[in-house]
């Protein structure tokens, strides 16, 4: 029988259907390393966004919907030089197992992806995903959470009220928690984040101080509308932290122009990009990766 290290993307519906238990097998005898490698520098393939129903990558609503593409785009991602590992939901991260692709790589589980894209209930963000005990227990290395506020939603409160205890389990484990805050608003009935350099100054004083202690607590903080506000802002906190890529519309270029010099910051330690390298409109996943790398 094929052993989990060496399915191919072809084999895992069969794996899975047959031998389930070649999930936690391979979990078990996964090569791990240090969340931070001599560079000190991280750089984090993002993939959680299908759990979350957010599947569009510009024009094509539905882009992340193949699973399988999905996949093979993930797999020449990891495999490039100082790429240091990935963030998705259970299933894909359980997938990248299945096909040995996480070895010697930070893997992050997503943890609450019970808010939606576009729902009603979008701010109530439910921990629907990874529990810091499934992270412990899986031999992961460290989990994210997303934090959206909106000063007009009630929902907004519960999912603040979770994510400190999360905060306060994630220490517990000795596990990293990577806390992406966002003040937002809703406009027509659509959710928009503010990127302006008071709301995320606001965003990032909330997050740093959730729980009990922050001796585990990162920060995944945007580059803020005007990247001339970052030096500023990034003073809000001395947490370590990466800068997420969001949706680029088009400007890549200009993406990685901002991503370089908010990282020349003292608290900025890295990357973690999804959907723009991994979808990037010349189809070139490995160059996208290596430019990107290439900012750090």
Not at 43 to 72: K, N, Y
Not at 112 to 125: F, I, K, Q, T
Not at 151 to 177: C, I, K, Q
Request: glycine share 10%; proline share 5%.
């Amino acid at each position: 029988m094929t052993s989990p290290a060496a399915a191919s993307v072809a084999d895992l519906v069969r794996l899975r259907a047959h031998r389930p238990e070649a999930i936690a097998e391979a979990a078990a005898v996964r090569r791990r390393r240090p969340l931070v490698g001599p560079t000190g520098r991280l750089m984090i393939i993002a993939a959680d966004h299908p759990a979350r129903g957010s599947l569009a990558v510009g024009d094509d609503g539905f882009a992340m919907a193949d699973r399988f593409g999905l996949l093979e785009r993930l797999c020449i991602a990891l495999s490039r030089p100082g790429v240091d590992g990935v963030l998705a939901g259970a299933d894909v991260l359980e997938d990248l197992l299945l096909l040995g692709a996480l070895e010697d790589k930070v893997v992050i589980g997503s943890m609450n992806r019970g808010g939606l894209a576009g729902a009603a209930y979008e701010l109530d963000d439910r921990f629907t995903g990874h529990r810091p005990i499934d992270l412990s227990q899986q031999g992961f290395d460290a989990g994210k959470l997303l934090l959206r506020i909106d000063y007009d939603d009630p929902g907004s409160l519960d999912t603040l009220h979770t994510a400190a205890r999360t905060v306060n389990a994630m220490a517990a484990h000795r596990l990293p928690v990577f806390i992406e805050p966002f003040l937002c608003h809703r406009t027509e009935g659509r959710l928009r984040t503010d990127l302006r350099a008071a709301a995320v100054t606001t965003s990032i004083a909330v997050a740093s101080g959730l729980g009990g202690t922050s001796a585990y607590t990162w920060l995944k903080v945007p580059v803020t509308e005007d990247p001339d506000d970052m030096a500023q802002v990034m003073r809000t906190s001395t947490l370590p932290a990466v800068l997420l890529g969001g949706e680029v519309k088009g400007d890549l270029d200009g993406a990685y122009e901002k991503w370089r010099r908010a990282l020349s910051l003292p608290t900025v330690r890295g990357l973690v990009v999804g959907r723009s390298l991994l979808y990037p409109r010349d189809g070139d996943v490995a160059g996208a990766v290596d430019t990107a790398v290439g900012l750090l």
